[in-house]
DNA sequence: TATTGTTATACTCTATAACTATA
DNA sequence: TATAGTTATAGAGTATAACAATA
């Protein structure tokens, strides 16, 4: 392999570049997720609610809209889509009654296993792109440039538990 | 600062990580797009047609589908909207009948010069957050990524010209 | 008064299927 | 027959504003 005769040093990379990378990368992670999903009537943007659901503890309509980032209605939305299909359960809340707690049903536990599995080889396939380091440095940039755009500095969605807020 | 105590190769980065943080940084920089293009009445996906419009020689719906990774109906039903607000001409081909060309039109290159403008903060908040060295990189893995999950190897956007398929 | 969730409404993006016109 | 584009239709995600119930 022969060295580039441009030191990389003088390249500049430009915003631009950076955005239509990320667009493109997710963009394509999206569809092939979505088109792998479709199967078991879930798509992509439910499997993370799903997902996210499964770890840590019993959230409210309200904790879950904002851990993903989006409006309450949104959020409703997706939940009463989830709720049709079986796979959540909204509950009245033990002691405050504005409240609703939402969980997966066991239904939803098989279906986020099968979720799991099926998404399993895009992952891989991803992974199998990089180096174990490019992945961590992949992983580590992104965390940085997503933190940049949110000053709130919301960690990025690590699994299941975290100290959680206040209530 | 202090060494970390577990050498970083032994912990592995899981697909889900990379998922994850793909998902989360590109939201994000969706999402402040969105904010920052609204006021001029456009979204970050019509900005992303209006920016591959300008770049380049004319473009028909279909080409513009397939540069977009997007189906014919999706395309239209973007170009109606850009239409109505007069950024976007579609004119008849002048060799084959079936075929509508797109264009700019001049109030859509005025409003496109805007949109870089007012898009530039947030890139430039991005590139801030990475040395150039790490922008190079995170562009080049992402670039890989996208590669690894379109097998088909369309080449991740270049803004202008670039030796087309046929026609 | 502030908060949680719902309702009504609306817009964008997405795609499938049936169709017309042209090549 | 194959291709380019349209139409009709539908569903998913998004958000705003007005509202009811509760804290």
């Known amino acids: 392999m022969r060295k580039r005769t441009i030191p990389p040093a003088i390249r500049m990379t430009s915003g631009s570049e ?40 019993t959230l409210t309509q309200r904790e879950l809209a904002r851990r993903m980032l989006s409006d309450p209605s949104t959020v409703r939305a997706i939940l009463v889509l989830l709720d049709r299909r ?17 969980a997966l049903t066991a239904e939803g536990r098989r279906t986020l296993r099968r979720l799991w599995e099926v998404g399993e080889p895009i992952r891989a396939q991803m992974l199998q792109a990089l ?27 690590g699994p299941p538990i975290s100290p959680e807020d206040e209530e």
Chains 1, 2 share one sequence.
């Open 131 to 157: 180096q174990p380091d490019e992945a961590r440095e992949i992983v580590a940039l992104l965390t940085r440039v997503a933190q940049s755009l949110t000053p709130q500095a919301i960690p990025v969605g």
């Open 18 to 57: 950076l955005a239509i990378a990320l667009r493109v990368t997710y963009l394509a992670f999206h569809r092939r997720s979505d088109a792998a999903f479709a199967p078991l009537g879930v798509t992509a943007d439910q499997f993370v609610f799903l997902a996210t659901l499964s770890s840590g503890r």
């Open 86 to 102: 079986g796979l959540v359960e909204r509950d009245a809340h033990p002691t405050d009654a504005r409240k609703r707690t939402v």
